[in-house]
């Protein structure tokens, strides 16, 4: 079954101390992994697209990373406006570029000043 | 910046009833999708939509769930006879289709509660 788990569930940060959060993944062959950022009340909003192993995206203080088992999000330095549930969701081969996402839990992002 | 809406934000209803809740997609996208987000689960797919019928639907799409593309720019997800456990965010989301980015774009959602 095709399956995706974030950790930490929770994480708590001071103003610019950087940290992780860990996607990992099985799914019966990927055809892309999705970071999205998601406010309360509110929809998933796009970041990133990773495609392949060894493949990195950056925007702003944010940076995804993909390996053949997971991916991580690294916050650099992070302000208390990124503050948010971030999730992450694989696509699978077989759905082809329209197929559905299959979502994980999400981490809850708390960055205090 | 082109955007995903959705109405309404938040509909309350009593068990039983019917509900529409009204998307409307990016205006060039081809493919429609809803999903659904139970407080504090995940987001999971519903159902998939392009060139006006379903192309994938999940075991939660049931015979209680019917989508319809009823004019141009309108996508509509219909719940028949509302249960209790329906009670979700439900997020429409559009993607462009092949040639374009492979990003589904997602709307604010609609707060259904069923009491």
């Known amino acids: 079954e095709d399956q995706v788990t974030q950790s930490p569930e929770a994480l708590r940060l001071q103003e610019g101390e950087s940290s992780s959060l860990n996607c990992s993944y099985t799914?019966?062959?990927?055809?892309?992994l999705f970071w999205y950022r998601q406010d309360p009340g509110k929809g998933p909003e796009f970041l990133f697209t990773l495609y392949s192993a060894g493949e990195e995206k950056e925007k702003e203080r944010l940076k995804a990373t993909l390996t053949k088992k997971e991916s991580f999000l690294h916050i650099t330095a992070p302000k208390p406006e990124d503050s948010a549930t971030y999730l992450c969701?694989?696509?699978?081969?077989?759905?082809?570029?329209?197929?559905?996402?299959?979502f994980g839990k999400g981490t809850k992002l708390s960055v205090k000043p | 910046e082109p955007e995903v809406t959705q109405t309404p934000s938040h509909q309350v209803t009593q068990m039983g009833q019917e509900v529409i809740l009204r998307c409307v997609p990016i205006?060039?996208?081809?493919?429609f999708y809803w999903y659904r987000q139970i407080l504090g689960q995940k987001v999971e797919f519903l159902v998939s939509?392009?060139?006006?019928?379903?192309?994938?639907k999940s075991e939660i799409f049931d015979d209680q769930f019917s989508v319809e593309r009823p004019d141009g720019s309108n996508f509509t997800l219909k719940i028949r006879s509302t249960k209790l456990e329906d009670s979700a965010m439900y997020f429409c989301?559009?993607?462009?289709?092949?040639?374009?980015?492979?990003?589904?774009?997602f709307g604010p959602g609609t707060r259904l509660t069923v009491l």
């Open positions: 939509f392009y060139n006006n019928e379903i192309s994938e």
């Open positions: 799914v019966s062959g990927l055809r892309g």
């Open positions: 205006s060039n996208h081809l493919y």
């Open positions: 989301a559009s993607y462009l289709g092949a040639g374009g980015t492979d990003t589904q774009y």
């Open positions: 969701a694989v696509q699978a081969d077989y759905g082809g570029s329209q197929g559905n996402l299959i």
